[in-house]
């Protein structure tokens, strides 16, 4: 059974940083990608990152480059979002999602996920 579980979301000030978590089980990750996806209030789901299992390899939303990075820790089946330079855009909930993929990175935002955590709430106010 695969589950998925966020953490780490929280208020932070604009320009500031937070790292999120995404614990996984229940699926071999070198056969999968895992992405992040987020949602603001009255706005459509959004992709922001995702890392492919078989290489690592990665891939950002144009919104998010060069601020947020993705990352794996193979021995505790986790991956991370670290997120810096946040603005308040950036507010939503944030999702962690997988499937079974083993292309290129730059495709793993269009897939269609069918396992996903429950959230965490991102807002950056001041």
């Known amino acids: 059974q695969v589950q998925l579980v966020e953490s780490g979301g929280g208020l932070v000030q604009p320009g500031g940083s937070l790292r999120l978590s995404c614990a996984a089980s229940g699926f071999t990750f070198d056969r999968n990608v895992i992405a992040w996806f987020r949602q603001a209030p009255g706005k459509e789901r959004e992709g922001v990152s995702c890392?492919?299992?078989?290489?690592?390899?990665?891939y950002y939303a144009d919104s998010v480059k060069g601020r947020f990075t993705i990352s794996r820790d193979n021995a505790k089946n986790t991956v991370f979002l670290q997120m810096n330079s946040l603005k308040p855009e950036d507010t939503a909930v944030y999702y962690c999602?997988?499937?079974?993929?083993?292309?290129?990175?730059?495709?793993?935002?269009?897939?269609?996920?069918?396992?996903w955590g429950q959230g965490t709430q991102v807002t950056v106010s001041s």
């Open positions: 999602a997988t499937t079974f993929w083993r292309g290129r990175a730059e495709y793993g935002l269009g897939l269609s996920y069918e396992n």
């Open positions: 890392i492919v299992g078989r290489d690592s390899s990665t």
